[in-house]
């Protein structure tokens, strides 16, 4: 019963913070609009980075079934 009441809760925020942050990505879109704003190539680099490096800690949080282990540097 309580790995039933696990997975609804994390269906039920899932469903709510994906759709919140497609929505603000969204809006972040928005703001590509050159007649109502102003912005250089350095910018928008700097923003897709800093969401794909969000994205992508988000996917080794999930393949490492949400356990912080410290990063291992390798040459």
Request: glycine residues 2%; proline residues 0%.
């Amino acid at each position: 019963m309580a790995r039933e009441a696990d997975r609804a809760k994390f269906v039920e925020l899932t469903e709510k913070r994906v759709s919140k942050a497609l929505k603000d990505i969204k809006l972040i879109g928005n703001l590509s609009n050159k007649s109502n704003y102003s912005y250089t190539d350095k910018d928008v680099k700097k923003i897709y980075s800093a969401l794909k490096k969000a994205l992508d800690e988000m996917k080794v949080r999930f393949e490492s079934h949400g356990d912080d282990e410290e990063e291992i540097f390798k040459l």
